[in-house]
């Protein structure tokens, strides 16, 4: 390895090319890499949402209680002189003390009520322990369960007292009385709040929180023990909504400063603005703005609720800055609690973090209950000190000059820090303190547009700044802006919405509550709207409109059926899917609304969806199809006929590529079988007849080639292996055991229990793919009977052909149904299963001890013979029968149509209908059958007796759901702004990436030497193991020292550097299938293993040789058609015999095209199909034209064409680009057996050669009708490969060696013995394969051996 050593030493040598062979790992196409082949399809873990308040609350009743006793200073305060006189602003010896005591609570009244307007407010002046008593429980008993205020003054009157007294007076005012707080909580009740403005308040504090527990105390004691004396009593009420604001602590005494009110605390709490901006001026740093005095500030223009004037604006400033030092500094809950439930707390509450800032600085502390941690130097304030110093400064020249009043910066600033933080953040750090104030921003038209775009950029950081900025209490700001015609606030406001909904759904309400839904249908309706916006708004539409009734018959009346239908066809895949998913929605359970559709014939405008390019679209329209046969309204003959037409569209896509469609489907068909129960219960019932008829096929059957009919009693699971370290990948996905579910069922026919197991109605996809082959492909798609149906135009006629159609349809579902529960992709089996299962359970369940086969009954079958293969039922109109469900799935082939002449007929019914053809379902399903019918029955009568509404339905899951439409919703709730990971230069999948390109640059490089020197021999052994199975398949990985070794039904990974194993897990394939090619996707890349058996199906797998559970990314039926002849012969080489005889199957043959993203796949059947991985749907079917089946593929993007080896020895060369007639450009008819291997060269001009069984190499020139080189090889070639850039080939053969000859025909090695272990001889060569870059050559024998040989060492 001297080479790979200088290389890594001096990369500048082939820095120049390998960048460019950089550039192109680049640029290719990743396969199966979008976010449907990487997530789990399943909606996001609904965040508890706590924002909504749970008991919103209003303070209805407010007592003002004041003890002044003016001109009497009480005994235990001895007050400075001067000292604070003013309460509520008004100095009560100005005036007579009654006189004085009005005022002041007439004042204090109007001061709570610029915060409250319409509380009922109720005052006490000097008042006695009744009076109080009196005006407590009134209050309480007007409030109900609502908030009632108590506001006590006590500047008159003692200090509370440690046991938890305050002082009012006696009749005569002689005396000072005590009121305890514990009469008061009782009186009171909850909820409530009460604010304290006397000395030592914290006391009255403690004492309450005291009483509180003591209460709590009682009532449990009285709730344990109902005797006790205590239970005797009315309960008191519980204390545990009350919230307290007192004016300081238990020891404090409130300020005396003569240039202070007397009661700050409630000036703080009831008149912030004014006490705050005589504070600032009282401050030394007052002096810097001249001018300014204590008289000007009362001379402030404007009002406090208009915010563009001074006072206002200072108004709205202070709520700002308060409610964000709240919101910064307060747990969620408590700051939800207090901030966001009751208007007037919440007032309170921002005010009385002023009165913190404030009457701290005369050394007392306010306080509260709940405690609110102290806030009074939080950053905010200084920006609160300059709005305040900006506006003041002003004041002299506006008051005097008349001048302008400039507005204050402030709310630009702090939309500015908002910016800085969303722009320059890391991913994981506090929020931005700014959100509360762009919640009040929103108010203001002048910043209204720039809040609303940081908004929307902040609810983009995903579903956490969402629930974030709902807790702030956005919702309703936003919720009324949606009664804005501003054009220019559409695009954000729809894309806060989408963000919002996407978060929290039960939005849906509160916004169909105020009319918000004609928002959206209107955007949705504007075709100037860009098409992401509209996307969002139908987005947002669809869930409104989800599960909620009344979000249903508002858009139905807001005319969105038609608004939708109209941009079904927009290029935009997102805006078409989220349109069909509305569509689905809106009529999902609502029959006005599938009317509606009806009308505008908007099933038959989806059904262009089905074809869609985008998986996601197509699911989409699934989806809405699903929901629209899956309404349980009145059944007319009319919607029967609909649905009937939905059903066989949904059945054209059996076979799509993406499992996420199909998995739609079969939820699409259960709506349909909820509906149509008792049919399918019939219908189930047949075909489990015809099964247990059906059982023992007879000897003759078994012995001719291509009848192999699977064992019966074995399970039709396949055998499971343990996998390395870990058991199995998936416990085998019980999908293939309908079996299991259903033995315990008896189907009573004689009264004895009768075993029957459908199981093998659906053991593989190839057993009911016989759905889809040619003889009757056109019959399963065929309308004849759905437009005999359509034609049918007055609802009421009893037509018996509609009875005949009608069966059809069912029986067809059911076989589709079959066909989805042999899926190989679990996931959708299992669905299948689910289905299938739970109308066989009931069919079984609700079998009525009757002869199935008696003359009017459904199955007319004829005897089981091995000619009739179950019966046929000759259909109306000449139309082939369907294969019945026992000859598709015991023999894997398709039945001949019984004779036209009656010999194999059925049995006819009692009667033969007039229109020609017989209908024998016909009178079994009367035109008024009721839903939950148990299908035929002897006579009508008994049929409607047996109606039981209520248990039939139960076992059914008639929810079934595949999540999609909620996973393609957290689209929304992710970051759409984000650039993604992997086009970020830092990130560590973009690092990864680089890596591996140059290490494909540099496997490229060093192989490209050592191949151009020229390999002179090749048979030295880097690699011997014993593998866990036969190989069929071996392929190396392009660039890592990984190989895979397919055995039947498994694979294995080695690293054949380290010699060790690094993986093996089985690949989930039916039994009687084996594997016969593989491929690895995006090899240069991330890569990915496709799989393909023999049975058509292909599989891929993700997370294989790197210590992970290996995981099916995506798996689907790529030819739906296969006719698996050989699958009985045991060993491969019996297969290898049989070729030389041009007998036996070629399995499934793939080849693929990375820079195109194609995947050519064909095998036993007549065409090369021709699959797009991006859009997962099939592209072409290009018809080969022979009577044989394929054995090779070989493509060349560059020049579209594709090179095919046949089993009859033919070379056949197309062109893709042309018409399914004209595409056949070439056909070489030189070899005279099976082709073993055709393969096209890459290069422009790149010949064709052919190697066929008899091992003659052949050389085309693709212009050239005859070949122009010929090599004769070994005899009895069983495998051989072609190493694409040293032009070597190599031939194994059934004689144990291995030859392996240059382009010129000359042998350069010879391998017939292992190394080592004294020398065994090779097994029988079973499969080989070269390394597409470096000279290896893997073999793999059938005696379980895998090797694999290079040129000598020195040139590697």
């Known amino acids: 390895m001297k080479m790979d050593s200088e290389l890594l030493l001096s990369p500048a040598i082939f820095l120049a090319e390998e960048e460019e062979a950089d550039m192109s790992d680049w640029n290719l196409p990743l396969a199966f890499m979008k976010k449907r082949h990487s997530e789990k399809i399943e909606g996001s873990k609904a965040l508890a949402q706590s924002w909504r308040m749970k008991d919103r609350m209003k303070t209805v009743s407010v007592a003002l209680v004041l003890c002044l006793n003016v001109g009497v200073d009480p005994p235990d305060v001895v007050k400075t002189s001067p000292c604070a006189r003013l309460e509520c602003w008004i100095d009560p010896l100005s005036m007579s003390p009654q006189k004085a005591l009005e005022t002041i609570g007439a004042n204090l009244q109007k001061q709570y009520e610029n915060w409250q307007p319409r509380a009922r407010y109720k005052q006490s002046l000097d008042p006695t322990v009744d009076e109080v008593k009196k005006l407590c429980t009134s209050l309480r008993r007007n409030a109900k369960e609502?908030?009632?205020?108590?506001?006590?003054?006590?500047?008159?009157?003692?200090?509370?007292?440690?046991?938890?007294?305050?002082?009012?007076?006696?009749?005569?005012?002689?005396?000072?009385?005590?009121?305890?707080?514990?009469?008061?909580?009782?009186?009171?009740?909850?909820?409530?709040?009460?604010?304290?403005?006397?000395?030592?308040?914290?006391?009255?504090?403690?004492?309450?929180?005291?009483?509180?527990?003591?209460?709590?105390?009682?009532?449990?004691?009285?709730?344990?023990?109902?005797?006790?004396?205590?239970?005797?009593?009315?309960?008191?009420?519980?204390?545990?909504?009350?919230?307290?604001?007192?004016?300081?602590?238990?020891?404090?005494?409130?300020?005396?400063?003569?240039?202070?009110?007397?009661?700050?605390?409630?000036?703080?709490?009831?008149?912030?603005?004014?006490?705050?901006?005589?504070?600032?001026?009282?401050?030394?740093?007052?002096?810097?703005?001249?001018?300014?005095?204590?008289?000007?500030?009362?001379?402030?223009?404007?009002?406090?609720?208009?915010?563009?004037?001074?006072?206002?604006?200072?108004?709205?400033?202070?709520?700002?800055?308060?409610?964000?030092?709240?919101?910064?500094?307060?747990?969620?809950?408590?700051?939800?609690?207090?901030?966001?439930?009751?208007?007037?707390?919440?007032?309170?509450?921002?005010?009385?973090l002023l009165a913190e800032r404030i009457m701290r600085s005369y050394n007392c502390t306010p306080v509260s209950s709940p405690r609110l941690p102290p806030t009074y130097m939080h950053a905010m304030w200084q920006a609160w000190d300059l709005a305040v110093d900006i506006c003041l400064s002003q004041l002299p020249t506006i008051i005097e000059e008349g001048t302008a009043f400039r507005h204050s910066p402030f709310f630009a600033e702090q939309l500015t820090a908002f910016q800085v933080w969303l722009t320059m953040g890391v991913e994981n750090r506090n929020p931005p303190e700014q959100l509360p104030i762009v919640l009040q921003v929103l108010l203001s038209q002048v910043h209204r547009l720039r809040a609303l775009d940081l908004l929307g950029r902040f609810l983009d950081l995903g579903p956490w700044a969402v629930s974030l900025a709902l807790s702030v209490g956005i919702f309703p700001y936003v919720l009324k802006l949606l009664q804005s015609s501003a054009r220019e606030l559409r695009p954000l406001l729809v894309f806060i919405w989408a963000k919002i909904l996407a978060v929290d759904s039960s939005c849906q309400a509160d916004l169909v509550k105020d009319n918000g839904h004609k928002y959206f249908l209107s955007v949705l309706a504007d075709p100037y709207m860009p098409a992401e916006h509209r996307t969002m708004a139908v987005f947002i539409l669809a869930v409104i409109v989800n599960s909620y009734t009344t979000g249903q018959e508002a858009c139905l009346q807001g005319n969105l059926i038609a608004i939708c239908l109209e941009q079904l066809s927009d290029p935009h895949p997102l805006l078409r899917q989220w349109v069909a998913v509305c569509l689905g929605r809106i009529w999902q359970n609502f029959d006005s609304a599938r009317w509606c559709g009806v009308r505008d014939s908007a099933h038959e405008k989806l059904y262009s969806l089905l074809s869609d390019p985008i998986p996601e679209v197509r699911c989409a329209a699934v989806f809405a199809l699903g929901t629209f046969v899956g309404n349980s309204a009145e059944r007319t003959d009319h919607s029967t006929t609909i649905d009937h037409n939905v059903a066989m569209m949904l059945a054209q896509l059996i076979n799509d590529g993406s499992p996420v469609v199909r998995k739609e489907l079969v939820v699409a068909l259960s709506h349909l079988v909820v509906q149509y129960e008792s049919n399918f219960c019939t219908v189930a019932l047949q075909f489990m007849e015809e099964e247990k008829n059906y059982a023992v096929p007879s000897t003759a059957n078994t012995l001719e080639p291509g009848n192999l009919t699977p064992v019966r009693d074995s399970p039709a699971i396949p055998r499971l292996r343990s996998v390395n370290s870990y058991t199995?990948?998936?416990?085998?996905?019980?999908?293939?055991?309908?079996?299991?579910?259903?033995?315990?069922?008896?189907?009573?026919?004689?009264?004895?229990?009768?075993?029957?197991?459908?199981?093998?109605?659906?053991?593989?996809?190839?057993?009911?793919?016989?759905?889809?082959?040619?003889?009757?492909?056109?019959?399963?798609?065929?309308?004849?009977?759905?437009?005999?149906?359509?034609?049918?135009?007055?609802?009421?006629?009893?037509?018996?052909?509609?009875?005949?159609?009608?069966?059809?349809?069912?029986?067809?579902?059911?076989?589709?149904?079959?066909?989805?529960?042999?899926?190989?992709?679990?996931?959708?089996?299992?669905?299948?299963?689910?289905?299938?299962?739970?109308?066989?359970?009931?069919?079984?369940?609700?079998?009525?001890?009757?002869?199935?086969?008696?003359?009017?009954?459904?199955?007319?079958?004829?005897?089981?013979?091995?000619?009739?293969?179950?019966?046929?039922?000759?259909?109306?109109?000449?139309?082939?029968?369907?294969?019945?469900?026992?000859?598709?799935?015991?023999?894997?082939?398709?039945?001949?149509?019984?004779?036209?002449?009656?010999?194999?007929?059925?049995?006819?019914?009692?009667?033969?209908?007039?229109?020609?053809?017989?209908?024998?379902?016909?009178?079994?399903?009367?035109?008024?059958?009721?839903?939950?019918?148990?299908?035929?029955?002897?006579?009508?009568q008994a049929g409607d007796d047996a109606d039981d509404p209520g248990g039939h339905k139960a076992y059914m899951n008639a929810n079934l759901s595949t999540g999609l439409c909620d996973w393609s919703a957290k689209y929304f709730a992710q970051p759409v702004m984000k650039i993604p990971e992997e086009h970020d230069v830092e990130s560590q999948v973009r690092k990864e990436r680089e890596w591996r390109f140059l290490r494909n640059a540099r496997v490229r490089k060093q192989s490209q030497r050592i191949t151009q020197r020229g390999v002179t021999r090749l048979d030295d052994q880097i690699f011997i193991n014993r593998n866990p199975g036969v190989p069929s398949v071996v392929k190396f990985h392009p660039f890592n020292p990984c190989i895979a070794v397919a055995d039947k039904d498994s694979i294995c990974f080695w690293d054949?550097?380290?010699?060790?194993?690094?993986?093996?897990?089985?690949?989930?394939?039916?039994?009687?299938?084996?594997?016969?090619?593989?491929?690895?996707?995006?090899?240069?890349?991330?890569?990915?293993?496709?799989?393909?058996?023999?049975?058509?199906?292909?599989?891929?797998?993700?997370?294989?040789?790197?210590?992970?559970?290996?995981?099916?990314?995506?798996?689907?039926?790529?030819?739906?058609?296969?006719?698996?002849?050989?699958?009985?012969?045991?060993?491969?080489?019996?297969?290898?015999?049989?070729?030389?005889?041009?007998?036996?199957?070629?399995?499934?043959?793939?080849?693929?095209?990375?820079?195109?993203?194609?995947?050519?796949?064909?095998?036993?059947?007549?065409?090369?199909?021709?699959?797009?991985?991006?859009?997962?749907?099939?592209?072409?079917?290009?018809?080969?034209?022979?009577?044989?089946?394929?054995?090779?593929?070989?493509?060349?993007?560059?020049?579209?064409?594709?090179?095919?080896?046949?089993?009859?020895?033919?070379?056949?060369?197309?062109?893709?680009?042309?018409?399914?007639?004209?595409?056949?450009?070439?056909?070489?008819?030189?070899?005279?057996?099976?082709?073993?291997?055709?393969?096209?060269?890459?290069?422009?001009?790149?010949?064709?050669?052919?190697?066929?069984?008899?091992?003659?190499?052949?050389?085309?020139?693709?212009?050239?009708?005859?070949?122009?080189?010929?090599?004769?090889?070994?005899?009895?070639?069983t495998a051989l490969d072609i190493h694409p850039q040293a032009n070597l080939f190599a031939c194994g053969s059934m004689n144990q060696f291995i030859a392996v000859y240059n382009s010129n025909g000359d042998v350069i090695s010879n391998i017939k013995y292992y190394d080592g272990f004294m020398g065994q001889r090779i097994g029988a060569i079973s499969c080989l394969a070269f390394h597409p870059y470096w000279p290896h050559l893997a073999v793999g024998s059938n005696d379980y051996y895998m090797s694999i040989y290079s040129a000598e060492k020195r040139l590697r």
């Open 1056 to 1277: 054949w550097e380290k010699a060790e194993r690094l993986d093996y897990f089985y690949n989930g394939n039916p039994r009687y299938t084996r594997i016969t090619a593989m491929e690895y996707l995006n090899g240069h890349d991330y890569s990915l293993l496709l799989t393909a058996t023999d049975d058509g199906a292909l599989r891929i797998w993700k997370n294989f040789a790197d210590q992970r559970n290996p995981e099916m990314v995506t798996a689907w039926q790529g030819l739906s058609d296969m006719l698996p002849t050989t699958r009985g012969l045991a060993r491969r080489v019996s297969i290898y015999l049989d070729r030389s005889k041009g007998q036996g199957g070629a399995g499934m043959v793939v080849d693929w095209e990375q820079e195109t993203g194609l995947l050519m796949t064909s095998g036993d059947v007549r065409v090369i199909r021709i699959w797009d991985t991006e859009r997962e749907m099939k592209v072409q079917d290009i018809p080969t034209g022979a009577d044989s089946c394929v054995t090779s593929l070989s493509c060349d993007s560059q020049r579209s064409l594709i090179a095919a080896g046949l089993g009859d020895g033919s070379v056949r060369l197309y062109d893709r680009r042309m018409g399914a007639n004209e595409c056949r450009v070439m056909t070489y008819r030189e070899h005279s057996s099976w082709v073993v291997k055709a393969h096209l060269q890459k290069q422009t001009d790149g010949k064709v050669i052919s190697v066929s069984v008899d091992g003659d190499v052949r050389f085309f020139e693709l212009r050239s009708p005859d070949s122009v080189n010929v090599l004769q090889t070994v005899k009895g070639l």
């Open 728 to 940: 199995n990948i998936r416990a085998a996905t019980t999908a293939r055991n309908l079996n299991k579910s259903l033995q315990n069922l008896n189907l009573n026919e004689e009264g004895g229990p009768v075993a029957f197991s459908p199981g093998n109605l659906s053991t593989s996809s190839s057993a009911s793919s016989t759905l889809g082959s040619p003889d009757n492909d056109e019959y399963i798609l065929s309308f004849e009977t759905i437009d005999k149906m359509r034609r049918v135009s007055s609802y009421s006629s009893l037509n018996s052909l509609i009875g005949v159609s009608f069966n059809s349809v069912y029986t067809q579902i059911w076989r589709v149904l079959l066909h989805l529960a042999a899926d190989p992709f679990p996931e959708v089996s299992d669905l299948a299963m689910k289905v299938l299962n739970s109308i066989a359970y009931k069919a079984t369940m609700n079998a009525r001890p009757q002869r199935i086969l008696d003359s009017g009954s459904l199955t007319q079958s004829a005897p089981a013979s091995p000619t009739s293969k179950g019966a046929h039922i000759h259909q109306a109109g000449g139309s082939p029968p369907m294969p019945s469900a026992s000859s598709s799935s015991l023999t894997n082939e398709v039945p001949k149509p019984p004779t036209r002449g009656g010999e194999q007929l059925p049995t006819r019914p009692p009667y033969t209908p007039t229109l020609g053809g017989q209908a024998p379902h016909s009178h079994q399903f009367p035109r008024t059958r009721k839903m939950f019918d148990k299908g035929p029955s002897g006579s009508e």
């Open 146 to 352: 609502e908030r009632v205020l108590f506001h006590y003054n006590g500047h008159g009157v003692p200090r509370p007292t440690v046991n938890g007294e305050i002082w009012v007076f006696n009749k005569n005012y002689t005396q000072y009385i005590p009121l305890s707080v514990y009469d008061l909580q009782t009186w009171m009740g909850s909820p409530s709040i009460f604010v304290y403005d006397c000395s030592n308040a914290g006391i009255i504090v403690k004492s309450f929180k005291q009483f509180a527990l003591q209460r709590e105390q009682e009532l449990e004691v009285a709730a344990i023990n109902p005797n006790h004396p205590l239970a005797q009593m009315p309960l008191p009420p519980s204390m545990k909504n009350c919230i307290q604001l007192a004016a300081c602590e238990a020891s404090e005494l409130l300020p005396m400063n003569p240039d202070l009110p007397a009661d700050l605390f409630t000036s703080c709490l009831t008149t912030p603005i004014k006490i705050a901006l005589r504070w600032f001026c009282m401050q030394k740093s007052a002096k810097l703005v001249p001018g300014v005095t204590l008289d000007l500030i009362e001379k402030i223009p404007g009002r406090l609720n208009d915010r563009r004037t001074p006072l206002g604006e200072l108004n709205w400033i202070f709520t700002a800055i308060t409610d964000t030092i709240a919101w910064n500094v307060l747990p969620r809950d408590l700051f939800q609690k207090l901030f966001r439930q009751d208007l007037l707390v919440a007032s309170l509450f921002r005010n009385f």
